[in-house]
């Protein structure tokens, strides 16, 4: 069992930059696939990165170069670094494996790019 929790949101100006952390507690975090979600206001929620036990890591629809998705085993933590950020990135972000499991979502954390 995996309980997720992500953090690192706020609100930032176009263009700008925020690093979202996913903090895992379980004992089988580090074979796990972890992926990166986002529900943008009015759509529905989309994988936008993950990231395999190996460090292999796959984009999905978003802009080359501008997420990085990583991870440290030993802190039990997956990162997405975001940069260059726009109005349509506004959304609230998620992490969860990859396939997803139902029952491991979180609250969420808001990201804003707004002026």
């Known amino acids: 069992q995996v309980q997720l929790v992500e953090s690192g949101g706020g609100l930032v100006q176009p263009g700008g930059s925020l690093r979202l952390s996913c903090a895992a507690s379980?004992?089988?975090?580090?074979?796990?696939?972890i992926g990166w979600y986002r529900q943008a206001p009015g759509k529905q929620r989309e994988l936008i990165a993950f990231?395999?036990?190996?460090?292999?890591?796959k984009y999905i629809n978003v802009r080359e170069g501008q997420f990085t998705i990583s991870r440290d085993n030993a802190k039990n933590t997956v990162y997405l670094q975001m940069n260059s950020l726009k109005p349509e990135d506004t959304a609230i972000y998620y992490c969860n494996t990859y396939p997803l499991r139902e029952g491991f979502w979180g609250q969420g954390t808001q990201v804003t790019a707004s002026s």
């Open positions: 990231i395999t036990r190996g460090g292999n890591t």
């Open positions: 379980g004992s089988d975090f580090s074979s796990n696939t």
